[in-house]
């Protein structure tokens, strides 16, 4: 029989940082209200979340840097909101925040979630905070939520240990 490890959703024991910044605060505050939404309808104490803001999401990556580094979370959502214009502006705001923020997410300890939307429009943006296509705020909470529970797995006893083969 295989072992299967996936995360339940149950609320976790542990703190919750989110990210989030300002620039179109009228899409990021849709998704951090989604976030915290989904946070507190899954058992998670306010007591336990702590939002970090920052002016935009380019900031994002210096900041969720030092928030894991910090040590003091179980589980970082990180929300953003980059619109194409008409300049290249938006492709290295993206590519700087997913390639930053993959990185951090694929070293940390704590398990950290990507909420930032890169659309093509205004239109797009406001389908994923809440209107036609969910709330992707709420997405990255409780994707954060199941890899916190995943990640305690790992460190439980009878998990598989490092340099067992088999
Ligand atoms: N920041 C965003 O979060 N979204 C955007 O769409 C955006 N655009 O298009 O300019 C944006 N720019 C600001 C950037 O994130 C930094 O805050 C700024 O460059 C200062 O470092």
């Known amino acids: 029989m295989p072992r299967y490890f996936e995360g339940n959703l ?20 849709a998704l951090l209200a989604g976030a915290l ?3 507190k309808r899954h ?18 990556t210096g900041l ?4 894991v580094d910090g040590g003091g979370y179980a589980g ?8 194409r214009g008409g300049t ?17 997410a694929a070293s940390a300890s704590a398990a950290v979630t990507f909420g930032v939307l ?8 406001i389908d994923r905070a809440g209107v036609k296509a969910g709330n992707k705020g709420a997405e990255a909470a409780v994707a954060c939520i ?17 340099g067992k083969k088999g």
């Not at 306010?46 to 994002?60: H, I, K, M, N, Q």
């Not at 093509?120 to 943006?125: F, H, L, T, Y």
């Open 10 to 29: 149950v609320s976790p024991a542990g703190r919750f940082a989110i990210c989030v910044a300002r620039f179109n605060a009228f899409i990021t505050d």
């Open 37 to 39: 939404d989904a946070l």
């Open 43 to 60: 058992g998670v104490d306010d007591g336990a979340v702590d939002v970090y803001r920052v002016p935009g999401t380019f900031e994002l």
């Open 64 to 67: 969720v840097r030092k928030v």
């Open 76 to 83: 970082v959502i990180t929300l953003g909101c980059v619109i």
């Open 88 to 104: 290249p502006h938006f492709d290295y705001v993206a590519g700087e925040v997913s390639k930053g923020i993959g990185q951090i």
């Open 118 to 125: 890169t659309c093509d429009n205004v239109e797009q943006a």
């Open 146 to 162: 199941e890899m916190v529970n995943l990640h305690a797995q790992l460190s439980s006893p009878g998990s598989p240990k490092k």
